[in-house]
């Protein structure tokens, strides 16, 4: 490698991956917290982190746990560590997501400048899509969101039923401009910070959100169909599936 080809990666903005893993999970029912549900034998946890710290751009990974598991996920992580070249921190989580980053935003040191949001419940996100995600950030974006095409057709109503019970349609949106959002997200540390300090509703489902509410652009790249978020039983059997088709493809 050159002198000219050093010092330019040594420029390069450090970043971080937040994993936010507090939540409880109750849709997959009753056992472990989510995030420690197993999949293939290992924590889905441990598949999230993988993924994060396997990606060229990240030079650390903070796990943001339930507060009761604090220890007990130190000690998972110890047993799968990452590769020699990422940094591992596991901090306690909050009463919602939100707060679950707010925490882990507060224990990046001070020369991380692009931090990524990764879903512990998306534990099969390709690295080349972390990756692209880092890219567009350090190329200058504020906010990076990986997506994909909405496919089925979506229908509006006018508010939730309460019962359960019929809700009439409002309207139809045009599928063409509509997309269904993933993680990682990217961002600029300082905007998501921002964004995490300022006051609001806290009905945000997604960091992307709470940055939207400051009037900074974001800017979506291609996901992937193996980033789908484990929320339900029926995709514990989807995810088992990915990894086998991965263990026999590729040796993963």
Partial sequence: ???????????????????????????????????????????????????????????????????????????????????????????AGGATRQESVKRGLAVLPEDIEVVLVHDAARPLVPVDTVDAVAAAVRAGAPAVVPALPVTDTVKQIAAPAADGGVEPVVGTPDRSLLRAVQTPQGFDRATLVEAHERPGDGDATDCAGLVERLGVPVVLVPGHEEAFKVTRPLDLVLAEAVLARRRKNDGF
């Fill in 1 to 91: 490698m050159t002198d000219t080809t050093s010092n330019a990666a040594a420029r390069l903005p450090r970043t971080a991956a937040v994993i936010p893993a507090a939540g409880s999970g109750v849709r997959l029912g009753p056992g472990a917290p989510k995030a420690l549900r197993p999949l293939n034998g290992t924590p889905m946890l441990v598949h999230a982190v993988r993924a994060m710290a396997r990606a060229r751009a990240v030079a650390l990974v903070v796990v943001v746990a339930p507060p009761a598991e604090v220890d007990a996920v130190r000690s998972l992580l110890d047993e799968h560590p990452p590769p020699p070249s990422v940094d591992q921190v596991v901090v």
